[in-house]
């Protein structure tokens, strides 16, 4: 690949622009394949530069990380003057979507949970805990009490989606309302089983 022409950039631009090509690349490549020397290319900088500013391979694949995991973080945030039922689904709509539109980018950060990389496991995590938190504000405003078997519950589905939107998201077959359809009466079967039956 030819290296692109070099144009100055203060350090922030630089930085954001390395960080972009980053992410870009995740479309047609996992994270570990993700390199100083090619990202340096096609940013038409030196790789020192590039260590620079992240001081190492590692420091350039966590600010990757964070970036994707941020815009789906923002592509999904919850709609607040929705009333619960409401905004579940309109989330998983637009998880959906996102998925759809960067599916490349979200099996990345789905492999990136098993990472050897403990930075980026924790920011894997983090996105998952605050969908995690999202699910658990809509089901406490329809009535579910706080417990740990919510909690476990809660961490279950959101394992269950990730893997439903990998396997999914892309296929032709399987349109985008039909699977955020899918989506949301699991989280509702989750939401009954919460909830205790008669006795027996």
Same mark, same amino acid.
């Given at each position: 690949m030819a290296a692109a022409r070099r144009t100055r950039m203060s350090?922030?631009? %630089?930085?954001?622009?390395? *960080? /972009?090509?980053? *992410? !870009? !690349?995740? @479309?047609?490549?996992?994270l570990e394949s993700v390199t100083v020397e090619d990202l340096a290319a096609q940013a038409?900088?030196?790789? #020192?530069?590039? &260590?620079?500013?992240? #001081?190492?391979?590692? #420091?350039? &694949?966590? @600010?990757?990380?964070?970036? /994707?995991?941020? !815009?789906m973080l923002h592509a999904t945030e919850p709609r607040a003057e929705l009333p619960p039922r409401e905004r579940l689904r309109d989330t998983l709509d637009r998880f959906v979507d996102f998925v759809h539109d960067h599916d490349a980018t979200f099996y990345s950060l789905v492999r990136g949970a098993a990472s050897g990389d403990e930075h980026v496991r924790a920011t894997i995590q983090h996105a998952r805990d605050v969908l995690a938190g999202h699910l658990r504000d809509a089901f406490q405003e329809i009535g579910v009490a706080p417990s740990p078997l919510l909690e476990v519950a809660l961490h279950s589905w959101i394992s269950f989606a990730e893997q439903a939107l990998v396997e999914a998201a892309t296929d032709p077959e399987i349109s985008p309302s039909e699977l955020a359809d899918f989506l949301e009466r699991s989280a509702l079967g989750v939401? @009954?089983?919460? %909830?205790?039956?008669?006795a027996g």
């Open positions: 350090p922030d631009e %630089r930085r954001q622009q390395l *960080v /972009a090509l980053g *992410v !870009a !690349a995740l @479309a047609d490549r996992p038409g900088v030196s790789p #020192g530069l590039v &260590h620079y500013y992240f #001081g190492n391979r590692q #420091g350039l &694949h966590s @600010a990757i990380v964070r970036t /994707a995991r941020d !815009a939401l @009954a089983a919460l %909830r205790p039956g008669p």
